[in-house]
């Protein structure tokens, strides 16, 4: 299945894609938020869909949100792609490097990205993302896909300056609203055949910029959910993003190049559809 949330913001309702088609399942499903995947939501909504129901089509004009519902937090690794170490001066991790990203940075996928006050230094980021779908901790590696709902497309919008001249840890470059477009759908993990074979893409203004695979991870998703189990309780509904490839603004040589308003972001993933976000500067 493909899941998708659509309405005016902190209005949506659930939908499902069917052959590119968009459909209302607001009267199967509430939302897809925590209580939806700790409670078997996706079998029962796919159970719910085999009786053929007739559901409301949902005009592609109408805005997409992010395909979950605000989760209890989104979790980022850092560095976990080789080359892009290489491209930041970063030796490769021995363990994951973990962070976190402000629960109001998440957005819809062709929302506009605010570059924040004061910013010079906002960067995107490329990422294949995960949903947890039930209550994962200590989870061996060897279960730990039992514990994914499924894929989705995010960007880790970043503002450099904040995230690394600012002190401290990278969160404060990470958090600003808008920071985290996902979607357009969640795919839950059928509709993938090869989560570690994955083409991706992304430009800004019609360049491209990142072109890679997921299959260059250093950390795969097994490993992932089961370190970050370790050390804390992933909850249904959590987002954890794994990464990006090189190709960011910060390791573009011989000058980092960052985005400015009017600058448009396009990006996608193989099996995970593409998503667009114009630029725009804060204003109260």
């Known amino acids: ?23 209302d399942v607001s009267s199967i499903v509430t939302d897809y938020n925590e209580a939806f995947f700790e409670n078997d939501g996706l079998e029962k909504l796919k159970k719910a869909l085999e009786s053929n129901p007739v559901l409301p089509e949902v ?73 947890v779908g039930k209550k994962a901790s200590y989870v061996e590696e060897a279960d730990a896909l039992d514990y994914v709902a499924g894929y989705c497309l995010h960007n880790d919008y970043s503002e450099r300056a904040f995230q690394i001249e600012r002190g401290g840890q990278w969160a404060k470059g990470k958090g600003c609203d808008t920071f985290a477009p996902l979607g357009p759908f969640l795919a839950t993990q059928d509709e993938i055949a090869d989560v570690n074979n994955l083409s991706m893409w992304l430009t800004v203004n019609g360049k491209t910029f990142q072109n890679s695979n997921t299959s260059n991870l250093v950390f795969k998703i097994p490993f992932l959910v089961h370190y970050l189990s370790q050390f804390m309780t992933l909850l249904p509904g959590d987002v ?45």
Not at 117 to 129: C, F, G, P, R, Y
Not at 247 to 270: N, S, T
């Open 240 to 284: 954890i993003s794994t990464g990006t490839p090189p190709g960011v603004g910060l390791g573009i040589k011989p000058d980092p190049i960052y985005m400015k308003a009017g600058d448009v972001v396009e990006l996608g993933m193989e099996g995970l559809g593409s998503s667009k976000q114009l630029a725009v500067a804060y204003s109260k």
């Open 59 to 131: 005009d592609a004009s109408v805005r997409l949100g992010s395909p979950v519902a605000r989760p209890s937090k989104i979790i980022c690794i850092g560095l976990n792609y080789v080359d892009h170490c290489h491209e930041t001066n970063a030796p490769i991790p021995e363990e994951p490097i973990i962070f976190f990203k402000s629960t109001t940075a998440l957005c819809g996928p062709n929302d506009d990205v605010i570059i924040p006050k004061n910013s010079e230094k906002t960067d995107w980021e490329i990422e294949l993302a995960f949903v």
């Open 1 to 23: 299945m493909k899941l998708i949330r659509f309405g005016e913001v902190g209005k949506e309702k659930p939908g499902i894609l069917i052959e590119e088609k968009r459909f």
